[in-house]
């Protein structure tokens, strides 16, 4: 069961491209240390998502609120930059092998990673699931790793770089359950700006994730993101500055039921994430 699902309305477009977006490129350029130049560049290499091979100029005109012409000067700088490659007979963009270092710098510099693996592939195997590790990213969630079971006839594909929403995830719900409570009920208050119609029903599941969380060191998502899934998430606070990171586990909802997350894969990855934070303050 592969599952990188693109957004398929526009709120939910909304929730991943989410805050301090072009949007907010006007806001910001009154401050004199803001590049809005700069800026402008990173928007465009957002633009490029998982399900994205190629785009041209207009589709990132679209996605960013550009005009063209700013476009097409800002992907052939990039692309000079080896941050986009051109393929001349499409016409369009892909990103280039200079993101591809970036990213792979971050990953391979996270230190909490390489401690996480070998424990999130154990428990991935115990409970023939798929175990995650992710981090905010906007108003949305992006996954950092994952590890699947090896013996799983059915699993979920969480690839780095898959971006889920906050409110209906279990592992954006852990991300809300780790801020600080000023920091909480501002990023509530955005994602309820970017989706005032599904606030209601997003508030609700939030508010029970905290309950569950001050109870249980845990919280859920039973079919609240997809019908067809739950899921469970457990936040990791930042250590020596680090960013808040959140640890789930996710699997269709015939493999894994709700009292199977509850009474036992709950409680185990509470203590994966302690193990973690343990193992990761002796750095």
Known sequence: MNDNTAPTNKNDRAELI??????????NSKDRQFVTALARGLEVLRC????DR?????????????????????????????????????????????VLSLGFSLLTNMDVLKIARPLMQDLADYSHTVVSVGTRDR?????????????????????????????????GRALLCGLPEDEREQLMDNIRQRDPNNWTENKSGIEQALRDYEERGFCLSIGDWRSDVNAIGV???PISGSRLLTFNCAAPAFVLRQHMLEDDIGPR????VRTIESEAARY
Not at 18 to 27: A, K, P, T
Not at 142 to 169: C, F, K, M
Not at 269 to 272: A, I, P
């Open 18 to 27: 989410g805050l301090d977006g072009i949007s907010s490129l006007e806001e």
């Open 48 to 51: 490029f998502k998982p399900r």
């Open 54 to 98: 190629h785009l041209g100029n207009q589709d990132i005109a679209e996605r960013t609120g550009l005009p063209k012409p700013t476009v097409s000067r800002l992907t052939y700088t990039l692309t000079r930059m080896n941050y986009l490659h051109h393929d001349v007979k499409l016409g369009k963009y892909q990103l280039g092998t200079a």
């Open 139 to 171: 108003l949305g969630m992006i996954y950092l790793d994952g590890r699947h079971s090896t013996d799983a006839t059915v699993s979920l594909r969480r690839e780095p770089g898959t971006r889920v929403p906050i409110a209906s995830t279990a592992m």
């Open 235 to 237: 936040p990791m606070l």
């Open 269 to 272: 990855l509470v203590n994966l």
